[in-house]
């Protein structure tokens, strides 16, 4: 029996331990036939190579800071050797310093605000652009994504990034659907990862889904949204792009707590 990634070579970032997003993804790709790579920089770097050593087989971790365009060469010249293809891209790529999150937007800075911008939306743009010339049609960008909607408590300047990230994936749509290249976001519910235990005050948007969600929600489970990502790589959505995708048991879709 095939599997929906079958041939596809994926570049997957933001893997940091089993409890990432990135990892169920990366972990169902490779179910579904895909060959891998995984990316991370600095110490960061050293806790994805722990993590890829779960992955069977074992991915490869290149060193990519999406803030650093001659990372983003790099990594272009790598699989442009290893592969001289690439057929999706995993954006799970989100950062923004501690004085712009936890109840801290009235007094936020600008350069923490542009740290946030730039690693959490503009990354997108700058990865998707930096790896074109490799895709090919059918290609396509899955990013992760938080309903920036609304405001959220504690989200802060994440929540603003967010909402760029959105907009960014909306014009990329635009200018890559010409290379037949299809961008898209998973918008995922709150799962407890080690980048949300960062976020100081994100545990009261966790509560919420409790009462609200009514396919209810599993903060500890990353693989609903995985299996939806693996989706958007696959050639089941040959005509999707600009879309913004909810994994949430139906959070957004209730004006209301139900239960």
Same mark, same amino acid.
């Given at each position: 029996?095939?599997?929906?990634?079958?041939?596809?070579?994926?570049?997957?970032?933001?893997?940091?331990?089993?409890?990432?997003?990135?990892?169920?993804?990366?972990?169902?790709?490779?179910?579904?036939?895909?060959?891998?790579?995984?990316?991370?920089?600095?110490?960061?770097?050293?806790?994805?190579?722990?993590?890829?050593?779960?992955?069977?087989?074992?991915?490869?971790?290149?060193?990519?800071?999406?803030?650093?365009?001659?990372?983003?060469?790099?990594?272009?010249?790598?699989?442009?050797?290893?592969?001289?293809?690439?057929?999706?891209?995993?954006?799970?790529?989100?950062?923004?310093?501690?004085?712009?999150?936890?109840?801290?937007?009235?007094?936020?800075?600008?350069?923490?605000?542009?740290?946030?911008?730039?690693?959490?939306?503009?990354?997108?743009?700058? +990865? @998707?652009?930096?790896? &074109? %010339?490799?895709?090919?049609? /059918?290609?396509?960008? #899955?990013? !992760?994504?938080? *309903?920036?909607?609304?405001?959220?408590?504690?989200?802060?300047?994440?929540?603003?990034?967010?909402?760029?990230?959105?907009?960014?994936?909306?014009?990329?749509?635009?200018?890559?659907?010409?290379?037949?290249?299809?961008?898209?976001?998973?918008?995922?519910?709150?799962?407890?990862?080690?980048?949300?235990?960062?976020?100081?005050?994100?545990?009261?948007?966790?509560?919420?889904?409790?009462?609200?969600?009514? +396919? @209810?929600?599993?903060? &500890? %489970?990353?693989?609903?949204? /995985?299996?939806?990502? #693996?989706? !958007?790589?696959? *050639?089941?959505?040959?005509?999707?792009?600009?879309?913004?995708?909810?994994?949430?048991?139906?959070?957004?879709?209730?004006?209301?707590?139900?239960?």
């Amino acid at each position: 029996m095939s599997g929906l990634l079958d041939g596809k070579k994926i570049l997957v970032t933001g893997v940091l331990d089993r409890r990432s997003i990135a990892y169920s993804a990366a972990r169902l790709a490779q179910e579904q036939g895909a060959e891998i790579v995984l990316s991370g920089f600095g110490r960061a770097k050293s806790l994805t190579a722990r993590t890829a050593k779960k992955l069977d087989p074992e991915p490869p971790v290149l060193e990519l800071d999406v803030n650093k365009p001659e990372d983003i060469e790099a990594v272009a010249k790598d699989l442009k050797e290893r592969w001289d293809e690439l057929h999706g891209i995993v954006h799970a790529i989100a950062f923004a310093p501690e004085d712009a999150l936890g109840g801290n937007f009235l007094t936020a800075e600008w350069p923490s605000v542009a740290t946030a911008v730039q690693t959490s939306a503009y990354s997108l743009k700058a +990865l @998707s652009v930096g790896l &074109a %010339d490799l895709m090919k049609p /059918g290609s396509s960008v #899955v990013g !992760l994504d938080f *309903d920036a909607r609304v405001a959220w408590p504690a989200y802060d300047w994440m929540g603003v990034a967010k909402a760029a990230l959105e907009s960014t994936s909306r014009y990329l749509a635009r200018d890559l659907g010409e290379k037949g290249i299809r961008v898209n976001l998973v918008s995922a519910g709150p799962i407890k990862t080690l980048a949300a235990k960062g976020i100081s005050g994100f545990e009261a948007i966790e509560g919420e889904w409790e009462r609200q969600a009514p +396919l @209810s929600w599993n903060t &500890a %489970d990353p693989e609903p949204v /995985g299996r939806a990502i #693996v989706s !958007l790589l696959s *050639d089941w959505w040959p005509a999707t792009t600009g879309e913004l995708i909810h994994v949430d048991g139906g959070y957004h879709a209730m004006g209301a707590p139900i239960k």
